[in-house]
């Protein structure tokens, strides 16, 4: 069996992901997030806000003795309050931070305690995204957090090289999407980000990639581990 964990499976890229990896019999898919709109057998759901910190450390992975392929899907994020510095919330800073930096790092962490010895097919891979590499303004945080879970998958590949541990890590950024995050991000104003209209223009003319077809190639980076030879990559790196 291939074995899926998979953050913030309920909406969007997470849960376009999920359906496509359910259509697989040979995959089980353990999702988590506050809501969840999934119901297979072969699905397993865990409730949790990724803002509390008690919570996450509760995360165990299961001991999986039949399993062929392990992989951790990082892929629940926020784009967190959209306003420039000295205008932010301390507490919205913290939220996004935490659910898209340090989540990701200790459920990593997890992940590499309980299968680095298993000699399961091992693959975490990390939804990055562009802004991780372009100063972005009113999006100061989620830039930060995007940029630190690309290095962060950096030094964890380095060191399953090292280690010998064989885990494969990507940190892919998937393009746009048109899911509820770009809503978001079109509600904002023009005080607080100066991009917005370029965002809109994105939705009317419909520059916005559907789930479904980005899942699609998310997938193919699992399936094809060495699709990419580097771990920072991106979903517009494939050319067929
Ligand atoms: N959309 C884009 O254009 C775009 C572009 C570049 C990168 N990305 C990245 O792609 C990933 C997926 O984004 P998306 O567009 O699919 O976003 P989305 O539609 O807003 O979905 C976000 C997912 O994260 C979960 N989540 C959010 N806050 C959570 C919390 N506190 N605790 C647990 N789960 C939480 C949500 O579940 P619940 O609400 O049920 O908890 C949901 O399943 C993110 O990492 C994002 O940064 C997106």
Redesign the pocket.
Known sequence: MNYYFI?????????ALTELLLQNENNFVFG????SSITHHRYYHKH????SLEAVQKIKFPELKDAKKVVLIN?????GEIKHVGNLSNQKIVDCYT??LIVPSMLSNEFVKTYQKTNAEKLVLN?????SQSAIDGWSVYCAT?AGLDMFSRVLQEESNINKINIKVLSI?????D????QQIRSTDSQNFSNINRFVEYKKNGD?AS?EDTAKKIIRFINEPNLSKNVVCSVRDLTK
Do not use: H, W
């Not at 913030?8 to 997470?14: F, N």
């Not at 892929?75 to 784009?79: E, F």
């Not at 950024?173 to 999407?177: E, H, N, Q």
């Open positions: 953050t913030g499976s309920s909406k969007g890229l997470g849960k988590y997030a506050r809501s949790i806000d990724f803002a892929n629940a994020g926020i784009v659910i898209n939804i990055s995204s562009g802004a995007k950024a998937p393009g746009i999407i899911t509820e995050m770009q916005l789930a």
